[in-house]
């Protein structure tokens, strides 16, 4: 027996894997609109299928990623009964931090304000809750963006996101049917974008914007959408 094991060892096979069964095939649902290599790092062993959303955006590393598993990608949410939930926790994530502790969860408003910036408690109190539904920090701009697009399906008619990577964040968002994004890089653009751009989505670089400025841009934003409205 320790012979047999050695010898295992010693061909590069681990003991684990001979004795374990080989996995079922499975399908992978998820409703993210933003699918990246760490979504799915340690999630398609065993998986033979993954299923996205029809408006999902595959991000280049990640197809290089699924495609090394050898899982076949559907798009179109078959077996998952979580992209109603996943709307429902959205709605009930953004509701939770508002400038007057609002915890409407079942009305969409008219703008949603999501990002990254450790100043986001600070814009839920300086932006009245009527004007927007300020979301708590996302960990990430994918983080964010999925807020957003989730958001945006769930019956909120823009948003304001506050990021890292502004322009990366608008490349990915433009991939996506229903967001309208644009990058606003300072407040004197801003006017213009309003003007030009049929954006949903207005996109800020955190690393370039304060507090001030940032909820003046909601503000003017959910008043530019009162009026077309």
């Given at each position: ?123 839920a ?82 690393k ?7 909820c ?14």
């Amino acid at each position: 027996m320790r012979r047999v094991l050695a010898t295992l060892i010693e061909g590069g096979t681990s003991v684990a894997s001979v004795s374990q069964k080989p996995s079922e095939p499975s399908t992978l649902s998820l409703v993210d609109q933003v699918v990246s290599v760490s979504l799915l790092k340690n999630r398609l062993l065993g998986t033979k299928v993954l299923e996205i959303a029809q408006s999902a955006v595959l991000t280049p590393a990640a197809r290089d990623y699924i495609r090394e598993c050898r899982v076949e990608v559907v798009r179109g949410l078959k077996h998952s009964s979580n992209a109603t939930s996943a709307i429902a926790d959205f709605k009930a994530g953004s509701a939770s931090v508002s400038g007057s502790g609002s915890t409407d969860r079942d009305r969409p408003q008219r703008l949603i304000v999501v990002g990254t910036a450790d100043w986001m408690p600070a814009v839920a109190k300086q932006l009245c809750s009527k004007q927007a539904k300020v979301c708590s920090a996302s960990i990430d701009d994918t983080a964010a963006l999925r807020a957003v697009a989730e958001g945006i399906r769930a019956g909120h008619q823009a948003a304001v996101m506050l990021v890292r990577s502004a322009h990366a964040t608008c490349w990915q968002a433009a991939r996506d049917d229903a967001l309208r994004p644009a990058v606003v890089s300072n407040w004197t653009e801003l006017n213009d974008v309003l003007r030009e751009v049929p954006a949903n989505v207005l996109i800020l670089s955190a690393k370039a914007w304060n507090l001030p400025s940032s909820c003046n841009t909601a503000r003017q934003f959910f008043q530019h959408l009162q009026n077309r409205s």
